[in-house]
């Protein structure tokens, strides 16, 4: 059971590429997030899915896209990166009847 | 809209005193409540967390939350810190009414000195 996978675990990118950061659990929760953390403003949901087909944005969605077509991955598409996207990202699962989040390691991005 | 504030950015305490670390909340119900723990270079894990029922809530590692409606508050305790302890802790708070968004604070980092 690995529970919350991310990769890669680091990544840099030139402004303009674009690259997709992978998440993915074993754990069948319905309920997958995405969440960038910057120095002194804490943690910010991007994007959530609460089931396969189902994706809504979070607080700070633009630049990034998702979707969900299996309920063990949660992608997450920068199309055109940016150096304002240099951030360390966070996937985060749980059950949609269990409010407790289980999060994946992290994935550092440096956008140059 | 859901807030939660984290008034001390940096808190340094000596191994095997108390702890305290302070959190407010901004909700117009119950809210639910939770500390994270974030080691370097690691992801979050759950310390503990606040759904309903007793105010005093035990956690893992030792620590232990009070839900205060009257202060809006959700302070994080622990009687003696270990060097171990050393982290970044993260105070959240979620909707009770579907919503699923989970909003945090901007975290308080604990350094302990021998």
């Known amino acids: 059971n690995a529970g919350v996978t991310q990769t890669p675990k680091f990544q840099v990118l030139k402004t303009g590429q674009s690259m997709t950061l992978q998440c993915a659990q074993d754990?069948?929760?319905?309920?997958m997030s995405w969440y960038r953390q910057d120095p002194g403003m804490g943690l910010r949901l991007i994007h959530y899915?609460?089931?396969?087909?189902?994706?809504d944005q979070g607080e700070v969605p633009n630049g990034y896209n998702v979707s969900r077509s299996t309920t063990e991955d949660f992608p997450l598409r920068l199309l055109s990166a940016a150096p304002s996207q240099t951030s360390v990202y966070f996937c985060?699962?749980?059950?949609?009847?269990?409010?407790?989040?289980?999060f994946g390691p992290g994935t550092r991005l440096t956008v140059t | 809209a859901q807030s939660v504030t984290q008034p001390d950015i940096h808190i340094t305490v000596s191994e095997g005193a108390s702890l305290e670390l302070r959190c407010n909340y901004s909700?117009?119900?119950?809210?639910?409540l939770f500390w994270y723990v974030q080691s370097p270079g690691q992801g979050l894990q759950l310390l503990l967390k606040?759904?309903?029922?007793?105010?005093l809530v035990q956690g893992i590692k030792g620590f232990e939350a009070e839900f205060k409606r009257s202060q809006s508050s959700f302070n994080l305790r622990k009687p003696s810190v270990h060097w171990s302890d050393a982290a970044e802790y993260f105070c959240?708070?979620?909707?009770?009414?579907?919503?699923?968004?989970?909003?945090f604070g901007t975290g308080t980092r604990l350094t302990i000195i021998p």
């Open positions: 985060a699962t749980r059950r949609l009847d269990v409010y407790e989040q289980y």
């Open positions: 754990m069948n929760h319905e309920y």
């Open positions: 899915s609460v089931g396969a087909g189902i994706t």
């Open positions: 909700y117009g119900a119950t809210p639910y």
């Open positions: 606040y759904f309903s029922g007793d105010t």
């Open positions: 959240a708070v979620g909707s009770t009414f579907g919503n699923e968004k989970l909003t």
